[in-house]
């Protein structure tokens, strides 16, 4: 096939799995009712109980189908870009425990003399586990929803997050056991032992089998180079393998001085070109307890990447008249990525770069994109909140007025690449939609979800 | 825009969720 063709038939292919993958997880979240409603049945216990009753086996499978969605599969994750799978997987969480809760507040509106049974004295063990179970999703949500007002370290909220999952799942799965009722007949109960089964062997897979597979395939880190103020450039190159494949825009799980059973992984867009593969490079900025260390790390170090993921790519719009790439600080890597593999290809389609920063002397990557300025047909404005005395470019934020100035008259049909802060996300949004831009043609990649 | 997507997908399965539950609770005590 050819190289157009095969671009040709690359997108409604990833839609049609896109479509396909969505309607397997809705099959998956509603089989346990399914399961319920096969005969024989137990006798009926009024519509109310019932359907808390309901509630809490579907509310339940949605957590257990949560391991899936973390446990980044490459073909369930390509077709939307696995950031939003993940928060797909956070409002997910906030609407499944609004299940959860609602489980045991209708059984108690239906029948107050149930919180007897909350009493200590009383308190069957099964009850307890499901008791146990509400306390471990509600520490599990509060604090993935406030971690950073909560000052929780990213490493240690993941190790939490990881033990806080199977807790919260594991405690409903022996409240379930114990109240027995609709899963008591013996085939019933023995499919539902296969449902939660497959959750069981991913979180093995997850926790075990991905980190002993990456732990095969090391890489070395060769450069360690500062670039800008607090922003370093990590390269990389596979240790005794082929390295990875990825398209320019991508980003990876880098471990770092690690091992990758330790849960001690932070996403980092690529910022090489695929051209370049299998060596690999990572501009990151510190920003965080980890990305602070970035510095001092030693060439010559072990690494783990893990990827690559993520739909935000160029290549995804091989037949678009040009591309506009709008990046917010440290959302420059990814773009200069994108860059690097056009210039590599000779490609000469017109490209604007619009850069927002704070000042001039943080910007990271100017250097390189100055030199691929000269092999592209691109311009770059930077857009500064405080310029120099001398400054003869845009200043303030990347509002409509701003992108107004910024982009051709003929804007409709190129496509736009937006990666940064998420309130500049929002303005860009904004800002495009007022101007004109169909919402199909602007792409974004969501970071910093927790 | 994606993110909005997310968060409707999220929310609409979890309504789909309470119409087969009460589903569920109709069949059973019909």
Known sequence: MSKSADHATRTPRLIAQGVLWLVLYILLIMLPVALLLLPPRPQGSGFWYDFSLALGFAATTMMGVQFALTARFHHATAPYGIDIVYSFHRHLAVVGTILVLAHPIILIVINPALLHLLQPRHVPSHMLAGIGSIVCLLALVASSLWRKQLRLHYDGWRIAHAVLAVAAVGLALLHIEGVSYYIGEPRKHALWLVLVGSWLLLVLRTRLVKPWLLSRWPYRVVAVERDAPEVWTLTLEPDGHRGIEFEAGQFAWLTLAGSPFAMHEHPFSIASSPVAAPRLQFTIKELGDFTRTIGNTPVGAIAYVDGPYGAFSMDRYPEAPGYVLIAGGIGIVPMVSMLRALADRGDQRPLWLIGANSRLERVALRDVVSTLALRLNLRVIPVLEEPPANWQGEVGYLTADVLNRCLPAQRDRLEYFVCGPTPMIHLVEHGLYSLGVPMARFHTELFDLV | ?30
């Open chain 2, 1 to 30: 825009m994606r993110n909005r997507l997310a968060r409707w997908l999220a929310w609409l399965t979890g309504a789909l969720i309470v119409l087969l539950a009460a589903l569920f609770a109709f069949i059973q005590n019909r």
